[in-house]
């Protein structure tokens, strides 16, 4: 793959050449490869069967994450959060100790990998809430819930130029990634002014099936909005916008 320079871009096919634009800018590839039926068949490329087969799963897991809480990141997440939480995933197929490389999966690798990671790389949660909080996972309850302590907003919260208020949001969710089905609840605060005034403490439940034997995820986030003679209107479609999946939990506490 190389980078196309100059003052004219090229798109389509010159001999075996592909001239093709990306979020990255205008490539261009050479055509060729393996023939697909022998990396099929041949022997020699089971590593690469293996690896593909894995690959997939591990997409098909970040599929149905984003899927999941699709409502959210329709309004916090870069452009990249496919191929980088697909990554992240194929770290926690990899990390699977029971079955045959292979056929390794997510339902049994270890989702902690998980934890941590931010759904837009352009507003990260550790560098836009300073707040303390605390999450909690009650199985038995089926509650996932966040509590923020009284806080300051201007003082704890980084928000883009032109942000007059804010909402903190939460989602918890019940995955069954080998069913690819899910379950979830999010909840959001009221708009909160981004001022020097004292916040009482926030707490958001989020309600889920109670004892399930479902793998359990808690994301937490901020949409910035800016306030124009009385209407909250959002900040550059929330490219701004953090969002971070900050605790899982695996029934039994294997993870």
Known sequence: MARQK???????????????????????????????????????????????????????AGRVLRTAFRLLLQNAADKKVTSRLTSQMLKVVQSDPTNDRGQRRVS?????????????????????????????????????SVSIPEFIPANSIVGPQ????FKIVSAGAEIDFDSETFNINAT????????????????????VTAATDQDLFLVLGLEFVQEVNGEMYP????????????ITDRSGGVE
Do not use: M, W
């Open 108 to 144: 049994e690798g270890n989702i902690g990998l998980l934890e941590g990671f931010d759904f837009n790389k352009d507003g990260k949660l550790s560098a836009t809430l300073f707040a303390q909080y605390q999450a909690n996972v009650d199985r038995a309850a089926g509650e996932l």
């Open 188 to 207: 959001k605060t009221n708009d909160i002014p981004l001022d020097n005034e004292l916040q009482p403490q926030i707490d958001l439940v989020n309600a």
């Open 6 to 60: 100059g003052i004219v871009k090229l798109e389509g096919t010159i001999g075996d050449v592909s001239f093709y634009k990306t979020s990255d800018g205008f490539l261009a590839r050479e055509k060729g490869g393996i023939d697909k039926e022998r990396i099929k068949n041949d022997p020699a490329f089971q590593r690469t069967r293996e690896n593909g087969s894995e690959f997939g799963a591990a997409g098909r």
């Open 235 to 246: 900040l550059k479609n929330g490219s701004y916008n953090p969002l971070a999946l900050i």
């Open 162 to 165: 032109g942000a007059t208020h």
